[in-house]
Structures are given as C-alpha cells and as structure tokens.
C-alpha cells in the first residue's frame, strides 16, 4: 500500500549499526532523507543486553531518549539513573553521555535529536 512520504514505517527503513556504540541497530524514521525534515531527526535503537552508546557528546545538538520496552542506564556529567519503559532521558548538546541497556530482551528506544545528527562523526566528541 502506498502511504504519503510524510508516513514512515519502520520495516521500510533499513537499518544501520551507529558508529561509537555496541549491539545497536538503528533506523533512521525522521530525518532529512526521509522527510526532508531540517531542525528535527528521531531513530528507533534495538539495544542488546549490556550494550548501548559509549561515553560521547554531540556538540551543538540536544538528544531525548524515551525507552520503548527494556531497561538501561544513563549517565550524563557524572550522575547516574535508571529508565523504564515510559521515561525518557535528555542530553543537553556538548554533554558527554553513556546508554547502556539492562534487560534481557533488546530495549527499543526512540531516539530525537535537534539539530539532526545525521551519524556526521565531525558531530561527535569522544
């Protein structure tokens, strides 16, 4: 069935594994290539058990997490935290932050950044 292009579905997206993280694949849903969008880009992470973002900041971009299903825990300038399907997390641009996943089954994460990210690694700090 066709859809308007302004409709994403996630079987449509291919997936990719993000640089400077382990066991994720990640699918790009909103962003310049999909919709055209400029200030706004959300993905959708799956996250393997014990894995997630390395230490990293994104200079010049804000990040939200909201957690689908799974667990994980955040770090961000050195305070620590626990999400649950439900919540969400935010990262303030130029702020080193970690994402690990703690359940069994892979978490589903939605993932929005501001200005779009794009896996641009000029748009990363280790």
Not at 46 to 64: M, R, S, T, Y
Request: with cysteine; hydrophobic share 35%.
């Amino acid at each position: 069935m066709n859809h308007p292009r302004w409709i994403v579905k996630e079987n449509d997206i291919a997936g990719y594994h993000p640089a400077n993280h382990t066991g994720t694949l990640n699918r790009r849903l909103i962003g310049p290539e999909t919709v055209g969008s400029k200030h706004v880009e959300v993905l959708l992470g799956v996250i393997e058990k014990n894995q997630g973002a390395l230490p990293h900041a994104h200079p010049g971009i804000e990040q939200v997490c909201y957690l689908l299903s799974g667990s994980a825990l955040v770090e961000c300038d050195g305070e620590h935290g626990e999400l649950q399907p439900g919540d969400c997390c935010y990262f303030a641009a130029d702020k080193k932050h970690v994402f690990t996943v703690t359940s069994d089954e892979p978490a589903r994460v939605l993932v929005i950044y501001s200005p779009p990210y794009e896996e641009n690694p000029a748009r990363v700090l280790r």
